[in-house]
């Protein structure tokens, strides 16, 4: 468990909760809950319902759609924060590599930091598009590698019908 020093400091280091005030971030700090997770341990499927943020304290995540990983993340890293704004079921399955320690936001205390300090949208908005870019080079880049692929020769097997 992190003292509020700790989690203080720990929450000033987040990239989405940079540029906000310190006395906004104790507030913060002082609302989200602490949760341990075993190595191995699913912490949500894709398809549930959700409506929180987790922040990595330590360990590590694998983000995955069935085998395919998506992500690994570490520390400082945050996940879950789609279905705060769409309200649509996780897009992905979270489980853990190692123990981990995470730190969690609720939907309504999101809602009520944004009201009280907007700053913190415009953060998870830059870090959500920065995830599509990275997920679009991904995809630009394994379509690369498919379109430079020679094609099979089948000239053969057309001939014979």
Do not use: W
Not at 97 to 114: G, N, S
């Amino acid at each position: 468990m992190l003292t509020s020093v700790d989690r203080l400091l720990f929450v000033r280091g987040v990239p989405i909760f940079n540029e906000l005030r310190d006395d906004f971030l104790v507030r913060l700090a002082s609302i989200m809950d602490e949760l341990s997770f075993p190595a191995k341990h699913t912490i949500f499927t894709q398809g549930q319902e959700g409506r929180s943020l987790y922040i990595i304290v330590s360990g590590r995540v694998r983000v995955h759609i069935g085998d395919r990983e998506l992500a690994k993340l570490g520390e400082g890293a945050c996940f879950g924060e789609m279905s705060l704004f769409d309200a649509e079921p996780r897009s992905a399955t979270i489980t853990t590599l190692e123990p981990c320690e995470c730190l969690i936001l609720t939907q309504q205390q999101l809602y009520e930091a944004i009201d009280e300090t907007p700053g913190i949208a415009v953060n998870i908005i830059r870090l959500l598009s920065r995830r599509i870019r990275e997920l679009n080079q991904k995809i630009d880049a394994r379509q690369d590698r498919a379109d430079s692929q020679p094609l099979p020769l089948v000239t053969n097997q057309l001939a014979r019908f």
